[in-house]
């Protein structure tokens, strides 16, 4: 064999000698790259369905002082578009929005969490009203100013605004001069959304002493309820009306042990325990035409009752301990006192407070951190039963 | 001269070769093993979710089961059940969740909403083996179950394992739950020492799901074990 054979013979083994060597790199590498996807993969899928598992447990979990579930308070908030649940006053209200960061913080960790629960286009909520009108003599022009308002809930409702009205008259009889008359249910008509009656027919224990008593007497309407009960997802609006404390104003004590005092607090309670906002209208006493309280009658100041013009002093003197009265319900039940200047104001104050309330709610629940955009996120969605019988989505992040 | 060229490089190539070939040999024996670890930590990666899976889900682990849909739900645990498995399984994995080619012990925190461990309780294996091959810490999230009103956040957390400990005694306790006879071809490292319903390697332990009889000992080497079942006992043999 000469120089240049040896040379090549060497070469050749060196050559498959090196080609034997990558191919088994080669093959090394892939296994490696295989496992590694593979692992990868496997850790993925644990993540995804730790994440999964997360959910579910935290949409189970209970909040202490209702003892319901996430999943039910999110239904009920998705329905009410409203992440404040208000439970009566011994739970109070609830944000669930706050109940799910404490429990995604506690699980997850801060900046590690999203959740989104869009609303969509929801049905407006009812709107529930009732009225409590104070039924002395001194009351006739605004109780007969409801006479105008079946007319005006049908034309709340043309525009959208799914209202009712229940007008409820305290006991006693309204003795107004012509051309008004006698005041009874029967003077109001009837509709299929607006309709009257009176306590002195009512089941309730409290019902309202006398004609003025409107502490009492809301309390007896709120057990009574609309014409067709009350809706537990509506809105609830009470609107006493009077000229004077509850149960007169013969005394304009603001001593929490009175009759008219403990008259007002039923009241308050009953409002608060089924949510109800409270709007007291409080009609003209005389005082804004006669501050000194001692005028008698004269044209614009006063009015004809039972045959009679009179001042109306009674009711004049308590002015100020009326608006104690009032404006302690409408505080308390997250209302607002209405001051009449005439009681041809009732119809713009009652289309006011319907056009103020907020029907729609919130458009979604949100809440957690930014999802970062250089991360792996784990998504979950899952669907949210409501109490009205539909769904809506709940959309869930997590990153590491 | 061309004549000693070649007895220079023939036997420097003949050297080289076999170099090469051992090289190769090693190599992909090598690799057989390599996959066999990989195949082995793939498997504990998916039995750890499986498990956590399988406890939080399945009413005959601590799946909360309603008494009368008798439905499972899904990621509620029970903690009457929780107290029961973390009184019964001090030592060993329960049944409905055990794996024969792993050991794992379980360890359930209730959480309060500012993050932190209210009770803890554990069960599953009481101790693992020494030099473990593998080991994996996997944790989800479960809702305790108190009664309907009362669920609270927890964390379930588990650790598994995989060694010589839990191989041999997986392949015990299959014999005993299947009630049929097996072989197994098993290399050990340390001896093994077996006492009734309890083994150990190097003093570390676990218990059985039932007794061994014909053997206390296996050393450490290579042997096919032969078992077989036979009234709440099992007969091993070499």
Redesign the interface.
């Known amino acids: 064999m000469n120089k240049k054979g040896q040379a090549f013979e060497t070469l050749g083994f060196i050559v498959l000698a090196v080609a034997f060597i990558i191919v088994f790199t080669l093959l090394k590498t892939a296994s490696t790259k295989g496992y590694v996807s593979t692992t990868k993969e496997l850790y993925e899928i644990h993540e995804g369905e730790g994440f999964r598992a997360g959910i579910n447990a935290i949409l189970q979990m209970t909040e202490k002082r209702t003892g319901k579930s996430m999943i039910e308070l999110l239904g009920i908030a998705s329905l009410l578009k409203n992440d404040t649940i208000y439970f009566g006053p011994t739970i109070g209200s609830i944000n669930i929005t706050e109940e799910l960061k404490k429990r995604f913080d506690a699980i997850y960790g801060k900046n590690h969490w999203h959740f989104k629960i869009p609303f969509g286009i929801p049905p407006q909520r009812d709107i529930q009203i009732i009225v409590v009108a104070d039924v002395s003599g001194s009351m006739c022009d605004d109780v007969y100013e409801f006479k105008k308002v079946p007319e005006i809930i049908n034309v709340l409702r043309a525009q959208g605004k799914s209202v009712s009205m229940r007008l409820f008259l305290l006991p006693g009889q309204l003795m107004c001069c012509q051309p008004i008359g006698t005041i009874t249910c029967a003077s109001f008509p009837s509709t299929a959304y607006f309709d009257c009656k009176s306590l002195s027919t009512a089941k309730c224990s409290l019902k309202g002493q006398t004609d003025e008593d409107w502490g009492n007497g809301l309390a007896c309407a709120i057990e009574e309820g609309p014409k067709n009960g009350w809706n537990n997802y509506s809105i609830k609006v009470g609107i006493p009306i009077s000229d004077e404390l509850p149960g007169g104003s013969e005394t304009c004590t603001k001593s929490p042990s009175s009759a008219q005092y403990q008259s007002l607090q039923n009241g308050i309670n009953a409002a608060k325990k089924i949510g109800m906002y409270v709007f007291p209208f409080k009609a003209v006493t005389g005082k804004e035409c006669c501050p000194s309280c001692n005028c008698g009658y004269k044209e614009g100041c006063g009015i004809c009752y039972s045959g009679r013009y009179l001042f109306t002093s009674t009711q004049c003197r308590c002015d100020e301990t009326l608006e104690y009265y009032m404006s302690t319900i409408a505080n308390e039940t997250k209302g607002e006192m209405i001051k009449l200047k005439d009681a041809s104001e009732i119809v713009d104050k009652i289309i006011g407070i319907v056009g103020g309330l907020n029907i729609t709610g919130i458009p979604h629940i949100e809440a957690g951190y930014p999802i970062p955009k250089e991360k792996n996120i784990r998504a979950v969605t899952t669907a949210i039963p409501t109490p009205a019988k539909d769904f809506v989505v709940f959309y869930a992040y997590q990153w590491s | 001269m ?1 004549g000693q ?2 007895y220079v ?1 023939k036997p420097i ?1 003949l050297i ?2 076999i170099i ?1 070939v051992i090289f ?1 040999t090693f ?1 992909f024996y090598g ?1 057989t093993i390599e ?1 066999k670890r ?1 195949e082995k ?2 498997d504990l ?2 039995m ?2 499986n498990v ?2 399988i406890l ?1 889900n399945s009413e005959d682990c601590l799946a909360y089961q309603a008494p009368i849909t008798q439905g499972a ?4 645990i029970s903690i009457e059940k929780i107290e029961e498995f973390s009184e019964k399984y001090k030592e060993e994995e329960p049944e409905c969740a055990r794996s024969f080619d792993f050991g794992w012990r379980v360890n359930i925190s209730e ?5 932190n461990v209210v009770k803890s309780w554990s069960f599953g294996a009481k101790d693992f083996s020494h030099d473990k091959k593998e080991e994996i810490n ?6 305790i ?1 108190y009664d ?8 379930m957390q588990i650790k598994i394992v995989y060694g010589e400990l839990e191989s041999i005694a997986g392949f015990f306790d299959m014999v005993c739950k299947t009630k049929t006879s097996k072989k197994i071809e098993i290399s050990l490292e340390d001896d093994v020492k077996i006492q009734n319903d309890k083994i150990c390697i190097n003093n570390r332990c676990r218990r059985l799901y039932c007794n061994v009889t014909g053997i206390n000992e296996i050393k450490r080497g290579e042997y096919i074990l032969s078992a077989s079942y036979s009234q709440g006992k099992i007969f091993v043999t070499k």
């Open positions: 061309k060229l070649s490089i190539m080289v070769t090469l190769f190599s690799s996959e990989r930590s793939l990666t998916a750890a979710t956590l899976l939080a739900y899904a990621n509620i959480i309060d909403l500012n993050g996997f944790w989800i999230p479960v809702a179950r309907s009103k009362d669920i609270r956040p927890g964390k």
